[in-house]
T-cell receptor, first 117, second 110 residues
Framework: EPEVTQTPSHQVTQMGQEVILRCVPI?????FYWYRQILGQKVEFLVS????????KSEIFDDQFSVERPDGSNFTLKIRSTKLEDSAMYFC???????????????FGPGTRLTVL | RKEVEQDPGPFNVPEGATVAFNCTYS??????FFWYRQDCRKEPKLLMS???SGNEDGRFTAQLNRASQYISLLIRDSKLSDSATYLC???????????FGQGTTLQVKP
């Protein structure tokens, strides 16, 4: 069964450093997302991406964040200058072409645990 | 008011019990509704979508009341493997953004 993959599974970095979190969405999917979950808190939407551009972003997704789909398979989240409060689990998700009717499942990757020291 | 609100629990029930979770959402324009399951330190996984007519999948029944902006999940004949956090999730926008509740923790004990 196809699945979303993410690397690395755990990233430790120093405050102020840049990190790139990588995701490989399911191959025929067209919609891509990043979410984060701070330990003990709810899952929060960061950004959605379609047709090579951001379609929606949350207040969390400030100028320190960027996303890119550099080739036909990878989808990356970059944090330019990490802060302590960026420590969280980051989940990538993808979904297939939007249907006109009915619900459309988002498939989540296993996540990257980011620890900022 | 929180966008999606759930009782965090935990709900501690014996095997075989029936347990119900409730959820309310604030945006009346919400389009789609889901229950996801999350095991400790793992990714959310879709349990079931929720339709206005109500829907059932084996031991799981989901209900939606748009007028009250209320969603429910009923689990019958609880198994030990049902122990997890159950996330109420709403999709409001055309971009597919999912809004998660904080989750309700279920512990099923032998």
């Amino acid at each position: 069964e196809p699945e979303v993959t993410q690397t690395p599974s755990h990233q430790v970095t120093q405050m102020g450093q840049e990190v790139i979190l990588r995701c490989v969405p399911i191959s025929n999917h067209l919609y891509f997302y990043w979410y984060r979950q701070i330990l003990g808190q709810k899952v929060e939407f960061l950004v959605s991406f379609y047709n090579n551009e951001i379609s929606e972003k949350s207040e969390i997704f400030d100028d320190q964040f960027s996303v890119e789909r550099p080739d036909g398979s990878n989808f990356t989240l970059k944090i330019r200058s990490t802060k302590l409060e960026d420590s969280a689990m980051y989940f990538c998700a993808s979904s297939p072409a939007e249907k006109r009717e009915g619900n459309n499942e988002q498939f989540f990757g296993p996540g990257t645990r980011l620890t900022v020291l | 008011r929180k966008e999606v609100e759930q009782d965090p629990g935990p709900f501690n029930v014996p095997e075989g019990a029936t347990v119900a979770f409730n959820c309310t959402y604030s945006n009346s324009a919400s389009q789609s509704f889901f229950w996801y399951r999350q095991d400790c330190r793992k990714e959310p996984k879709l349990l079931m979508s929720v339709y206005s007519s109500g829907n059932e999948d084996g031991r799981f029944t989901a209900q939606l009341n748009r007028a009250s902006q209320y969603i429910s999940l009923l689990i019958r004949d609880s198994k030990l493997s049902d122990s997890a956090t159950y996330l109420c999730v709403v999709r409001s926008s055309n971009t597919g953004k999912l809004i998660f509740g904080q989750g309700t923790t279920l512990q099923v004990k032998p």
